[in-house]
């Protein structure tokens, strides 16, 4: 048990969003499952490795290859499924705050809201990014079940009438 | 950008007061239609009813003149026609006395002597001059009646023309009373018309402000809406992906700031 929570405290530590966590999940399981299942695989954690890099995007495996040997040398055959079972059953029960912005962010960008988000609100806090162009200016967001909006136009709202006073200001 | 939306504001401000001044002018018409549809009848009315009365007074007066002077001329004409038949039946009677008398003092006297004769013929010119006196008499007296029937007739002359003139001034006073009451009633008019005016400009004023309140209001919420989506499209073509992403970063912290997060 004490591995799958470092497992997955690893795999959070690199990993910000829903969609990369279930990507990389997917790869991670299908990796190991190609390295585990060849008859000819002597080392685990580099068969793993090897197959991921040749299956997987380049940002993943960028970040994937930066986990330890260690994560990827505790699957084998007899467990593979438990194991990656329940780090889907983990992976399911993080915190997730879905996220309204108007453009893809850069990953350094996104990567550092998401650790700021969980210092201030949840660890291990993931997001589930949307494309919303509406919400220039700022972003929206759901959390605990509940919409929040923080784009340039709902806090335009928020001040009725000081765009038509500053026009009659210029004016 | 800013003069465009200035000519907007300027053009819609100016068509919303044009279309309440053309509101405001229809009402005024038709209300001024209205009072003078309701007071003409009354105005006509007084007029004609004072026309007809002045008009019955004077035919009234100037009968009554024209039969007190017929009345004087009759009267005057009778005067004169007895006086005169009066006089003419005198002459006659003496004329025809004297005749009778001399015929019979011719006949009389026609053996009397020449003294006799003379002493007759003196008699006879005393009577003669006594009669001529008596007839002098008579015409004076004829003409002292001729005179006093012309100052009756100018007298009552002057009683029908002070009539006539009395009866002017109570016209006189009676067509001032009725002006008045016209005047009265033209201000009550007009001061009500006034009333009905200011209490419809008070309607108009406050509609006026209503449609120009609302038209700015709309106006504001069309140029808050274009402001929007022109911000919103600098914002997508001018900010990078990571100055959009601090963007949405500030709005995080200000969210934890509001305890929503």
């Known amino acids: ?171 | 950008m800013n003069s465009y939306f200035t000519v907007e504001l300027l053009i819609g401000t100016f068509l919303g007061l044009l279309l309440a001044m053309v509101i405001l002018l229809v009402l005024q018409v038709r209300t001024t239609n209205k009072v003078n549809k309701l007071t003409y009848p009354a105005y006509e009315y007084v007029i004609e009813k004072a026309e007809h009365d002045a008009e019955k007074l004077i035919q009234e007066a100037q009968h009554k003149a024209q039969s007190i002077i017929t009345e004087a001329q009759q009267s005057g004409a009778k005067t004169i026609a007895d006086y005169t038949s009066q006089a003419k039946e005198i002459h006659s009677e003496y004329s025809s006395a004297l005749h009778a008398q001399t015929e019979s003092l011719e006949h009389t006297m026609q053996g009397i002597s020449s003294e006799e004769t003379a002493a007759l013929k003196q008699v006879t010119d005393a009577a003669e001059d006594m009669i001529e006196s008596q007839e002098k008499s008579i015409l004076a007296n004829v003409a002292k009646t001729n005179q006093s029937i012309e100052q009756l007739a100018s007298k009552t002359e002057q009683e029908a023309t002070e009539s006539i003139a009395h009866l002017e001034e109570h016209v006189e006073e009676v067509g001032d009373m009725l002006e008045a009451q016209l005047k009265a009633t033209d201000t009550a008019g007009q001061a009500l018309l006034k009333n009905h005016i200011a209490a419809l400009q008070g309607q108009a004023d406050k509609q006026v402000a209503a449609y120009t309140d609302a038209r700015i209001k709309l106006l504001d919420a069309h140029i808050e809406q274009l402001v929007e989506s022109v911000v919103l499209e600098v914002l997508h073509m001018q900010l990078t992906p990571s100055e959009q992403a601090s963007l949405a970063f500030k709005a995080l912290k200000e969210a934890k700031e509001q305890h929503i997060i």
């Open chain 1, 1 to 171: 048990m004490s591995d799958q929570v470092t497992l997955l405290q690893a795999i959070c530590a690199t990993t910000y969003t829903v969609a990369d966590m279930r990507r990389r999940l997917g790869l991670l399981q299908e990796g190991a499952e190609v390295a585990l299942f060849n008859n000819q695989t002597t080392d685990v954690a580099a068969a793993i490795k090897t197959a991921i890099t040749n299956r997987g995007k380049e940002s993943d495996v960028v970040v994937m290859m930066e986990w330890e040997d260690a994560m990827f040398a505790q699957f084998t055959a007899s467990n593979i499924r438990k194991r990656i079972t329940a780090l889907q059953q983990a992976v399911d029960a993080l915190p997730i705050m879905t996220l309204y912005i108007p453009v893809a962010f850069p990953k350094k960008d996104l990567a550092a809201m998401a650790m700021w988000c969980r210092e201030e609100c949840a660890p291990q806090l993931l997001f589930d990014v949307r494309i919303d162009p509406k919400v220039a200016g700022g972003c929206a967001f759901v959390w605990n079940g509940t919409y929040h909006d923080f784009s340039f136009t709902a806090q335009s709202k928020k001040y009725p009438g000081i765009i038509t006073e500053q026009l009659h200001t210029y004016a």
